[in-house]
Structure formats: structure tokens, C-alpha cells
């Protein structure tokens, strides 16, 4: 199945990308596509664990489920205000 | 609705208090010209616009919950802004002010910590970098 994945801020940069289209096995989790991410971009590498993330507008954690279609996000540390 | 590239009017967001309000408190959120010792020239905004009007309306809710009396309206602006340009307001009006300070606060801590918004500082000696709260608070 196919996920959308966004990148923000400085995950953007670091990619040099804002969205992708990801196929990923059925029954995939948050954190299957994380690890994917660690073994594909150096900058994830680094990290000694998975930042927060979100599916489909809301935090998830890494058990979370995929579903086709799902929009997924890997958020930096956030700073508004 | 929650977020705007323009520049943010408080006045015209105290204006929209009730006549049953008795407390109206407002936090103004606004560039300096320093962060951590550097010099700095201003600021980018960058959010993730959808789910971040989805977490702020999130926030209001749980708000709405804890003091129902209060109400609460938060303003966050993103792009490019300036030395002294107000980034975020918050407007908490409620029938006495201890319910409307404890709201307001509430809920510009609570964005600060949940809301997907990231910003760059752009230094004094031309460059730049995203503001990670994470490891400010671990020095």
C-alpha cells in the first residue's frame, strides 16, 4: 500500500523534500517507516529514537497502524509561539 | 483560521471581549533581537498548516473543558517577520480575571509544546537555524 509522508522545517531541508509517496508492506506501523528512514537518510541516522510523529493530522506513536492513503508526518521539535 | 501570514491586530482581537466579560488578558508573543547570547535580525514561521489548526482546536477544546467559562482565541503568524513583529496572541476573556490569566497561560504553554509550528532565527552575522526548544531546556 501507499503512505504520504511529510517533511517540516528542518527535516525538510535535511531531505530536500517536502512530501513523498512511500509503499510500504500491509500492516506496516509508524515505526517500520522510521526505521526505513534511519537506513535511507544520514541525518535520521543519528537519532537515538524516533521523534514525534502523526497520522492523518493527529500525534501517533509507533504502533500505530497504517492504513492506504494514510498521511504520515515526522515532526522536529516544535517551536511556535 | 487559526494561522495568518498577516500582521497580527491585538487591538482588534480585545475588542471581541463580551459585555459579561469582567477579565480580559492578552499575550502578545514577539521577536527580540537576541536568543541564548546571538544576535538576531528576525524570524521565519513555518507550520504544518492543516494539522496545526487541527491541534489548536484541540487545545481550545481541552481549554473549554478546564474553564468553561473562559474563552480563548489564539492568533499565530507565520512567514518572515521582523524585530519586534508579534508572532502569536492569545485572548482569554472570562467573567474574573483568575480564570482568564490561568487560561491564557494555558494555552500559550500548551502551543508552544504541541502545536507543529517551527521557526528559523536569522543572526546578525547572516546565518541561520531552527530553534530546537528540546535542547535548550537540556543545557
Given at each position: 500500500?501507499t503512505?504520504k ?24 506501523r ?13 541525518h ?15 500525534y501517533a506513536?509507533?504502533d500505530?497502524l ?6 504520515l ?9 | 483560521?487559526h494561522?495568518?501570514?498577516?500582521p ?13 466579560d469582567g ?6 508573543g514577539?521577536?527580540r533581537?537576541e536568543?541564548?547570547?546571538?544576535s ?22 481541552a ?5 468553561p467559562q ?8 507565520l ?12 485572548l ?6 483568575a480564570e482568564?490569566?490561568?487560561a491564557?497561560?494555558e494555552?500559550?504553554?500548551r ?8 521557526k ?10 531552527w530553534v530546537?526548544?528540546?535542547?535548550a531546556?537540556?543545557?
Open positions: 500500500m503512505v509522508v511529510l517533511y517540516f522545517a528542518s527535516f525538510r531541508e535535511k531531505t530536500g523534500r517536502d512530501e513523498e509517496r512511500r509503499q510500504v508492506a500491509d500492516g506496516a509508524v515505526g517500520d517507516v522510521w526505521a526505513a528512514l534511519v537506513r535511507e537518510v544520514p535520521f541516522a543519528a537519532f537515538l529514537k524516533m521523534p514525534p510523529a502523526a497520522v492523518n493530522l493527529e506513536g509507533p500505530r497504517l492504513r492506504e492513503g494514510d498521511e508526518a515526522f515532526l522536529p521539535p516544535v517551536a511556535g509561539g | 483560521m494561522l495568518t501570514h498577516e497580527i491586530d491585538a487591538a482588534a482581537l480585545l475588542a471581541r471581549a463580551r459585555s459579561s477579565g480580559v488578558c492578552v499575550f502578545v514577539v521577536v533581537d536568543n541564548e547570547g546571538r538576531t535580525t528576525g524570524i521565519e514561521y513555518e507550520a504544518y498548516g492543516s494539522m496545526a489548526e487541527a491541534e489548536i482546536g484541540r487545545l481550545l477544546a481549554l473549554a473543558q478546564t474553564w473562559v474563552r480563548v482565541e489564539i492568533v499565530h503568524r512567514g518572515r517577520l521582523a524585530i519586534g513583529d508579534a508572532s502569536v496572541a492569545v482569554a476573556t472570562a467573567p474574573h480575571r482568564a490569566f490561568a491564557c497561560r494555552a500559550i504553554d502551543l508552544k509544546t504541541t502545536v507543529p509550528i517551527w528559523k532565527e536569522f543572526y546578525r552575522d547572516g546565518s541561520s537555524d530546537d526548544p528540546t535542547r531546556a537540556r543545557h
